[in-house]
Nanobody
């Protein structure tokens, strides 16, 4: 059974940083592209970043240069380092196992507010 458990969300002020983690289980983690997505109230879910098994990276335009995705295959974990956070980054952040039959985590709330 695939499980994706996000952690690390919270309330921060503009300009601060957060690191999200997604612990995966139930599949061969190193074989899959993993992704982070986010959904703000009243908006569609959007791509934040993906990382392939060979560490090929892809970022959404709104986070390029501020966010970094990484993975630790030994720990079955994918990370999202978020720097220079803005109020527009406020959303629920979801971890996703990419593929023809994707799986999603339950999400973690990130709120950026002064």
């Amino acid at each position: 059974q695939v499980q994706l458990v996000e952690s690390g969300g919270g309330l921060v002020q503009p300009g601060e940083s957060l690191r999200l983690s997604c612990a995966a289980s139930g599949f061969i983690f190193s074989d899959y592209t993993m992704g982070w997505y986010r959904q703000a109230p009243g908006k569609q879910r959007e791509l934040v970043a993906t990382i392939s098994p060979r560490n090929l990276l892809n970022y959404g335009d709104s986070v390029k240069g501020r966010f970094t995705i990484s993975r630790d295959n030994a720990k079955n974990t994918v990370y999202l380092q978020m720097n220079s956070l803005k109020p527009d980054d406020t959303a629920v952040y979801y971890c996703k196992r990419e593929g023809w039959r994707p799986d999603w985590g339950q999400g973690t709330q990130v709120t950026v507010s002064s």
